[in-house]
């Protein structure tokens, strides 16, 4: 498991980077990150939406109710411009992380 | 929540109903967060028949993945901007108030101290001692060291690794409203009581207490507890899961 602050902490580029891929609702984000750790980012529901709504009270993405295929009606978020912006940004800094300690543990680097 | 007790068939449309409305009894979520919540609980339940499971095994597995109704309000409204301004206007009011309240401390303190000097030192003091002296109350001298002391006690504690003393204060005080406002009350009842004592031959202490305490102490005070975070009581229902 994760620790709850790194949790947290990745929880912006994450959702940032689901929403680049096309748009989304709460419960397949959360699905989607169980998935992409395997099982290793446990997301609850009540951690995700607060993270949602601050994304997007600062303009980095956008939200609107739609129905689904199902006929059920779901909140979809999507990445704004600014939002595009900050992943890229984001990006950058976890990629920089992510390099430092692997050139500490001998590991392969990725290119930024 | 009464629904496991129910010794009926399981109905998730109920269910699905009784939640919703204890979340709309929770403060801090719009209706749109709770629409969306449910849409989330749904599909949850969904997902969980689809694996096979029965209606109320569904139910209860999504219903503890969304989390309890108090739970969602606290993690909603701890990101919401109104309340973070609550909670820094809480921050202000109480440091005001604790500045206040280790003011009055140190004008007692030094007051006392100088009143223990005897008379017929002053007799011998030079000039600007006695002038300095008799008007203890009004000096500018006086009123910038006790403005500054206060700032100079908290400077000792944070400087030598006290953190955790202002802590513990705090966390005692601010266990619930009734004892902030007790103890923030009589503290500063006696400690203007002991001010006026020393004073001598003021006007009375009740025209005393008017004047100073209802603006600098009681109103904070007030604020205080009216923005204090009350720590929410965990439901029964959670209470029994966790143990």
């Given at each position: 498991m994760i620790a709850k602050d790194l949790v947290a902490a990745s929880s912006k580029p994450l959702v940032l980077s689901i929403l680049a891929d096309g748009e989304s609702y709460g419960y397949?984000?959360?699905?989607?990150?169980?998935?992409?750790?395997?099982?290793?980012?446990?997301?609850?529901d009540g951690m995700l939406y607060p993270v949602l709504h601050r994304l997007e009270r600062d303009g980095l993405i956008d939200s609107q109710w739609k129905k689904s295929e199902?006929?059920?009606?779901?909140?979809?978020?999507?990445?704004?411009?600014?939002?595009?912006?900050?992943?890229i940004a984001?990006?950058?800094?976890?990629?920089?992380?992510?390099?430092?300690?692997?050139?500490?543990?001998?590991?392969?680097?990725?290119s930024m | 929540m009464q629904i496991m007790e129910t010794k009926t068939r399981f109905d998730v449309t109920v269910a699905i109903e009784k939640w919703r409305l204890e979340v709309a009894a929770?403060?801090?979520?719009?209706?749109?967060?709770?629409?969306?919540?449910?849409?989330?609980?749904?599909?949850?339940?969904?997902?969980?028949?689809?694996?096979?499971?029965?209606?109320?095994?569904s139910f209860w597995l999504a219903y503890r993945r969304v989390g309890p109704p108090h739970q969602l309000s606290e993690e909603f409204s701890a990101a919401d901007p109104?309340?973070?301004?609550?909670?820094?206007?809480?921050?202000?009011?109480?440091?005001?108030?604790?500045?206040?309240w280790l003011g009055l401390l140190c004008r007692l303190v030094l007051r006392s101290?100088?009143?223990?000097?005897?008379?017929?030192?002053?007799?011998?003091a030079p000039l600007w001692w006695s002038s300095f002296w008799m008007s203890t109350g009004t000096s500018a001298a006086f009123s910038l060291a006790v403005s500054v002391l206060p700032f100079v006690f908290l400077l000792l504690l944070v400087a030598r690794g006290r953190g955790e003393t202002i802590d513990f204060a705090a966390r005692c005080l601010l266990r619930s409203r009734r004892r902030l406002i007790l103890v923030g009350t009589v503290s500063?009842?006696?400690?203007?009581?002991?001010?006026?004592m020393s004073l001598r031959g003021s006007t009375g202490f009740a025209l005393f207490l008017a004047?100073?305490?209802?603006?600098?102490?009681?109103?904070?005070?007030?604020?205080?507890?009216?923005?204090?975070p009350i720590q929410a009581k965990p439901s029964p229902a959670e209470a029994v899961t966790n143990s």
């Amino acid at each position: 498991m994760i620790a709850k602050d790194l949790v947290a902490a990745s929880s912006k580029p994450l959702v940032l980077s689901i929403l680049a891929d096309g748009e989304s609702y709460g419960y397949e984000i959360i699905q989607k990150v169980r998935e992409l750790s395997g099982g290793q980012i446990e997301w609850s529901d009540g951690m995700l939406y607060p993270v949602l709504h601050r994304l997007e009270r600062d303009g980095l993405i956008d939200s609107q109710w739609k129905k689904s295929e199902t006929g059920r009606e779901r909140k979809y978020y999507s990445l704004a411009s600014e939002g595009q912006k900050t992943l890229i940004a984001e990006r950058q800094q976890w990629l920089t992380v992510h390099n430092s300690l692997c050139k500490l543990w001998k590991l392969k680097l990725v290119s930024m | 929540m009464q629904i496991m007790e129910t010794k009926t068939r399981f109905d998730v449309t109920v269910a699905i109903e009784k939640w919703r409305l204890e979340v709309a009894a929770q403060p801090g979520l719009t209706s749109d967060n709770q629409h969306e919540l449910e849409t989330h609980l749904r599909e949850s339940v969904d997902e969980f028949r689809k694996r096979g499971l029965n209606d109320e095994e569904s139910f209860w597995l999504a219903y503890r993945r969304v989390g309890p109704p108090h739970q969602l309000s606290e993690e909603f409204s701890a990101a919401d901007p109104r309340r973070i301004w609550r909670e820094r206007a809480f921050w202000l009011a109480l440091g005001y108030f604790a500045f206040q309240w280790l003011g009055l401390l140190c004008r007692l303190v030094l007051r006392s101290v100088l009143l223990l000097i005897p008379d017929w030192v002053g007799v011998y003091a030079p000039l600007w001692w006695s002038s300095f002296w008799m008007s203890t109350g009004t000096s500018a001298a006086f009123s910038l060291a006790v403005s500054v002391l206060p700032f100079v006690f908290l400077l000792l504690l944070v400087a030598r690794g006290r953190g955790e003393t202002i802590d513990f204060a705090a966390r005692c005080l601010l266990r619930s409203r009734r004892r902030l406002i007790l103890v923030g009350t009589v503290s500063v009842l006696v400690l203007n009581w002991l001010t006026f004592m020393s004073l001598r031959g003021s006007t009375g202490f009740a025209l005393f207490l008017a004047g100073d305490s209802t603006i600098h102490y009681l109103v904070p005070l007030a604020v205080i507890a009216w923005l204090m975070p009350i720590q929410a009581k965990p439901s029964p229902a959670e209470a029994v899961t966790n143990s």
